[in-house]
């Protein structure tokens, strides 16, 4: 009993002397595990100021900042952007301002949250919206049916820009234009803007196409070109109207008649053949089949002596007669002999 005694008692002594090492493991852990887990009482509040606005043709500039109210942390905030109209986009950008290529006619719409870049395990916040609204101007008073080109050919006139692009564009009235209306033509090009000059009119003298001889488009660009069309009346206010194109999708270039590709087709094709027929006589040695060489003298022409043997029918002697060349003969011609 004495010894079963002094063993617990040992083993009190232990666990007293070892509780405060105990102790601070179990702490240790405890914060860890808190620093590792999220703060799920952290909030994101929405962003402030969030506004959009026009700064060029089919250009809208975003912009917002973040809650001043934002409780600081470690976390990295991010934004979730929606495009409301006029055609539904989202993105997520840790920036606080874009800029956007798109129609305005039908207005914009957008809305900004803030959400956490990379822990995704807190909760967004609520959204802020903003709106640019529609032009004013009387439905069905707008251009419809609004269709570019252009047209790229060589410029002899500048070794900076060795091409021109020209565009020509055209449109139909709006349905409830009235008669004085007028419209009028824009394009942009990067942060090129040009007014048109020359106009196509209907019977009514209303402008009803437009032709650029010469622009700054780059027609191997990848920028959208914008268009735009206003109009005036006396009658009514008259609808703005937008429209993107894609350069390659209207990307024309100057044609040639079809007679000339037909003679290029047709040089192109006789090159082609005899420059075939030229490896094959090559080959086959067919030149030298059919004009074969001509074989030379057999004497050397500059030789003192020609000798001349002349056989004689039915006799069984050969006369060899002997020429000696002086000086001042001539020579004796291959027909001699």
Partial sequence: MVIRNERINRRRQVVIIMAPELLILLGAAVILQADLLPDKKFLLLPPVNFTIK????????????PNPDQEQSNIQ????????????????????????????????????????????????????????????????????????TTNTKADNYTHLRPYQVSLHCTWLVGKDAPDDTQYFLYYRYRSWIEECQEYSKDVLQRNVACWFPRTFINSKGRDYLAVYVNGSSKGAAIKPFDQLFALHAIGKDDQKPWTEWFLIAVMMTICFILLIFSLICRICHVWTKLFPPVPGPKSNINDFFVIINNEKTGSSETEVISYAEEAGFETLEDSVF
């Fill in 54 to 65: 026009a700064v060029n043709l089919a250009q809208v500039l975003l912009r917002w900042e």
């Fill in 77 to 148: 905030l991010g934004y979730h952007v929606k495009i409301n109209a006029p055609q539904e986009e989202d993105y997520e950008t840790r920036n606080t301002e874009r800029n956007l290529i798109t129609i305005l006619h039908k207005g914009f719409s957008a809305s900004v949250r803030t959400v956490p870049w990379n822990d995704h395990s807190l909760q967004a916040s609520s959204w802020v919206s903003a709106e640019l609204k529609a032009p004013i101007g009387s439905p069905g008073t707008e251009i419809v049916n609004l269709t570019c």
